[in-house]
């Protein structure tokens, strides 16, 4: 139960009285109305901005409006205060009999709280790292790799009906390079000696295995011939080999994609002519010379007659090519083809995680989809900032096997993905992030993924105790599950046991709001939240009696503060398992 659209609801129901009674206007819109917990918990468990939102429509004061849904408010259930601040808010204070109802979802509903149907199975496509298949992944396409992952479990967790792709880049030149780097490598394992490898030539180690596996299958077939023999063929094996690593290593960090898509046989296929006789039919192609770009001088600047998209009737900056100068589609045009190929699939929701370097990039993929799709397709660009690796504050040094990065499976294989992946989501994707292993795996309240874990094993740690206290009386379930879901909420009245509930209890609306905003990170730091005030609670009993989660004297207020406990677990593992990481029973 998100609660805050339950309120969201009444508040709306409220209004309708009022305009049946004559007290407010016919044809209010309600939809800009928020329901949302106030700046400041002392002025309140719930905030409205109604007054506000119908003051000018209603032509009120907003202060009156206010006290006209106060009056009505007050009868609401759940509610025992209505106060009216400032400009019109309207400030609601809820029974604590609510909060202990919504403690009993939290348990009776476990990882599952949270899930929402906001969604309302709206199909969506998230492409993310989709990294050229020319040889490892780099630190950087981690992120990219957490963050759509986890975007896309965060997703479904609100309802929406995701389908997770990857884009192999592999019509492009780099392929052709790739090709000969791994014939260079094939005539190594037969044998030849190949010296230093050429500028141009991808160096990393990786390719000697799939050197050896093409010698290995067919010999020295390919040896002695001229290059166009060779190529194709040779190109196909190293796509392949490419393809099968980056997937074992998106596996190792969590990740795994339901489609891929080969740009190549998007073009093999026709679906970029296709695409472009669209275009052509719309009048959205012409053949003409762009204006030279802001900063260059006229001597530096080569007028020409290009192949353009009227990409500025969509919202670009420039109209943009969509054809190179030998005749073959640019990047831009294959891109173009295969986001409609996405859309005509069902998606007329989609989101791309790109690099940062590719924010240039945005304006004009928009403008195509809209002219593609008449306007009902959308497409949502999240550019992932450069990941900084550090040992103990100092640079990491590159990778041999890589050739000039560290890549992805070193970060995995030292760490664990499940560090990795929270880590990753500890900043808005926008925003650079500092990835420092000597921190990263510190067990201290500065690391949080530390923080978070430790406050679910510190649940079942209290678990674990309680039953050494209690025996038989916390029942047969596991760690006396059955005397938790059976406890007398009713006991839970100290102010910071009920703050730590009511945080607990905007689960859902932080679920909801950060799939709506494509903002996983906003998980990262909720937990951080209820890591913090669980953590809290458990270190003022240390010096407060009272407020020990165990008391030896009062079995039943004991049992009312390990279903709080539980409740911190389920909410903490419902979380986590947005992010594909697994919680902790124990901290080693």
Not at 447 to 460: G, I, K, T
Request: hydrophobic letters at 40%; glycine letters at 10%; one cysteine or more.
């Amino acid at each position: 139960m998100n609660l805050f659209t339950h309120f969201q609801g009444r508040i709306a129901d409220l209004i309708e009285e009022l305009i049946a009674a004559g007290e407010l206007p016919q044809g209010l819109d309600v939809s800009r109305i928020t329901v949302e917990p106030p700046r400041d918990a002392s002025h309140g468990d719930i905030t409205t901005n109604a007054a506000m939102v119908l003051a000018k429509p209603a032509q009120k004061n907003p202060r009156d409006i206010a006290a006209l849904l106060a009056a009505k408010a007050e009868s609401l259930d759940g509610v025992t205060g209505v106060e009216i601040a400032g400009p019109g808010f309207l400030n609601m204070r809820l029974a604590d009999g609510f909060w202990h109802a919504r403690l009993r979802d939290i348990l009776d509903v476990g990882v599952a709280y949270g899930d929402s149907a906001v969604g309302q199975g709206q199909k969506v496509n998230v492409e993310y790292v989709s990294a050229n298949p020319t040889g490892p992944m780099h630190v950087g396409h981690a992120r990219g790799a957490v963050f759509g992952d986890a975007l896309a479990g965060l997703l479904e967790k609100a309802g929406f009906d995701v389908t997770r792709e990857y884009y192999i880049n592999d019509a492009g030149a780099q392929v052709d390079v790739l090709a000969r780097s791994l014939h260079l490598r094939y005539r190594e394992a037969l044998g030849d000696d190949i010296g230093e490898i050429p500028e141009g030539l991808y160096p990393g180690e990786y390719l000697i295995g799939a050197g050896k596996a093409l010698a290995e299958r067919d010999g020295g077939k390919w040896k002695d011939m001229d290059e166009a023999e060779w190529l194709s063929e040779v190109r196909d094996f190293a796509i392949d080999a490419m393809m099968a690593m980056i997937k074992d290593d998106l596996h190792a960090l969590g990740v795994d994609h339901a489609v891929f898509t080969s740009e190549r046989e998007l073009v093999q296929s026709g679906k970029v002519d296709e695409a472009l006789d669209f275009l052509k039919g719309e009048d959205l192609i012409y053949e003409g010379v762009l204006e030279p770009p802001k900063g260059k001088l006229p001597d530096d600047w080569e007028e020409r007659e290009q192949t353009l998209f009227k990409a500025t009737g969509f919202g670009d900056d420039v109209d943009r090519p969509v054809m190179k100068s030998d005749g073959s589609w640019t990047y831009f045009a294959t891109d173009m083809a295969y986001h409609l190929d996405k859309y005509r699939r069902g998606f007329s929701e989609m989101i791309d995680v790109w690099g940062a370097d590719h924010g240039g990039y945005v304006k004009r993929m928009q403008a195509a989809i809209k002219a593609l799709t008449g306007g009902e397709g959308a497409l949502d660009v999240k550019l992932c900032q450069m990941v900084s690796l550090l040992e103990n504050g100092e640079p990491v040094k590159m990778s041999k096997r890589a050739g000039t990065f560290v890549t992805l499976r070193d970060v995995v294989d030292k760490v664990g993905k499940d560090v990795v992946r929270f880590i990753m989501l500890t900043r808005k994707n926008d925003a650079g992030l500092d990835f420092d292993f000597t921190k990263v795996t510190e067990q201290s309240k500065d690391n949080p993924v530390f923080y978070v874990q430790y406050a679910h094993a510190r649940v079942n740690s209290v678990m674990r105790m309680a039953q050494e206290e209690f025996g038989d009386e916390l029942g047969a379930g596991q760690v006396g599950d059955d005397a938790v879901h059976g406890a007398n909420l009713g006991r839970l009245t100290d102010g910071n046991e009920l703050s730590l509930v009511k945080l607990l209890c905007q689960w859902p609306r932080i679920v909801e709001s950060a799939a709506i905003q494509h903002e996983p990170h906003r998980i990262a730091f909720f937990l951080g939240d209820v890591a913090a005030e669980f953590h809290g609670l458990w270190n003022k009993g240390k010096d407060d009696k009272s407020l020990r989660f165990i008391r030896a004297d009062d079995p039943e207020l004991t049992f009312a503060r390990l279903a709080m406990c539980r409740g911190v677990a389920n909410v903490v593992a419902s979380g986590l398992k947005v992010f594909g990481v697994t919680p902790v029973e124990e901290m080693r």
